[in-house]
C-alpha cells in the first residue's frame, strides 16, 4: 500500500493546497473576529420564553423515556431557539401554524413593493412581474423612466435583473390617469408592441417571510444591526470592499435584504 501511494498515487495525483498556491491565488490573510452583543430587552425575553416552554417539552420526553423517539422534535427546539437569537420574526412570522397564535402588531398579509419595501397596501396599485416581484403603480412609473437598457434589449427587473414583463391581470381596469402607469408599459418593456399586448401570468415567488410582515411595523434585531455596523465600518475602511452574508435561514437572509435596502 505504501509503494502504491509514493511510487503511483503521489505521481499522478494533483493536490494543491492553499499554502502552496498562495502566490498564484493571492488570497488576503483569513481574520476570525468575534463579537458579543447583547439582546434588546424583548429579545431576551422573547428567548427566555422560547427556552422555557422547549425545556419543559424536552424534560417531558425524558421523563417518558421517549428522547430518542423524539430526536426530531429536540433538533427543531433547538432550531428554534437559534432563530430567537436571529431575529423572533423567524418564529413569529414563520410557517409553522403555531406562530399564529403568537400576538403582534407586525403581522400582515401585503406583498411589499421591491423598489421603495413599502407595504403595497392598495390592490388597485399593485404592478406584479412575470418573475414573481410585485411593485407600487407609480414606484414601477419612475423606474421605467429612468432604468437603464439592457444589453439584450429592453428593462430588467430592479430585483432580479431579468427582463422585466408585466402581468396584465393586475392591470384590468386599470385607468393610466389614475396610477401613472399608461398602458403602453405594460407587458414586456423590452418587445415590440405586439408582444407586449399578449396577457401573461406574474408567477408568484416562493412564500416570503416580508409578505408576512407589515413594514410600518418593521423592528431590527440585535443581530442584524451588529451585521449592518459591520459593513458600514468595511465601507468606510476600503470603498470598493463588498461583503458575503451567510446564514442558514433563508428568511433571515430576508429580513437583513430588507434591511439593507432601507
Keep these: 500500500m505504501e509503494k502504491l501511494r509514493t511510487d503511483v498515487l503521489d505521481k499522478i495525483l494533483l493536490r494543491r493546497t ?4 498562495a502566490a498564484d491565488v493571492n488570497l488576503p490573510p483569513l481574520e476570525i473576529t468575534l463579537r458579543r452583543d447583547k439582546l434588546s430587552v424583548e429579545e431576551q425575553d422573547f428567548y427566555t420564553s422560547m ?10 420526553y425524558v421523563d417518558k423515556g421517549t428522547v430518542l423517539h423524539n430526536y426530531a422534535h429536540v433538533f427543531d427546539l433547538i432550531m428554534r431557539l437559534r432563530q430567537a437569537v436571529d431575529h423572533p420574526y423567524l418564529i413569529i412570522h414563520g ?11 407586525s403581522r400582515g398579509g401585503s406583498d411589499v413593493c421591491a423598489l421603495c419595501q413599502d407595504d403595497i397596501d392598495e390592490p388597485g396599485s399593485r404592478r406584479a412581474s412575470s418573475c414573481g416581484h410585485a411593485f407600487h403603480a407609480e ?9 437603464p437598457k439592457l444589453p439584450s434589449g429592453g428593462i430588467g427587473c430592479p430585483t432580479c435583473f431579468t427582463p422585466l414583463t408585466l402581468s396584465l391581470e393586475d392591470d384590468a381596469g386599470a385607468d393610466a390617469d389614475d396610477d401613472g402607469v399608461p398602458p403602453a ?3 414586456d418593456v423590452g418587445a415590440a ?3 407586449a399586448e399578449a ?6 415567488l416562493r412564500g416570503s417571510i416580508m409578505q408576512r410582515i407589515k413594514t410600518a411595523e418593521f423592528k431590527t434585531s440585535t443581530k442584524i444591526e451588529a451585521l449592518m455596523q459591520e459593513l458600514r465600518q468595511m465601507q468606510e475602511r476600503d470603498p470598493r470592499s463588498k461583503a458575503l452574508v451567510f446564514s442558514q435561514f433563508t428568511r433571515f437572509l430576508e429580513l437583513i435584504e430588507w434591511r439593507g435596502k432601507r
Design 139 to 147: 414606484c414601477l412609473a419612475e423606474y421605467l423612466e429612468q432604468a
Design 193 to 195: 408592441a405586439s408582444e
Design 18 to 21: 492553499k499554502i502552496e498556491r
Design 199 to 204: 396577457p401573461m401570468t406574474a408567477t408568484p
Design 51 to 60: 427556552y422555557t416552554q422547549g425545556r419543559t417539552m424536552f424534560d417531558t
Design 185 to 187: 408599459d405594460v407587458g
Design 95 to 105: 410557517s409553522l401554524a403555531a406562530a399564529e397564535a403568537i400576538p403582534t402588531s
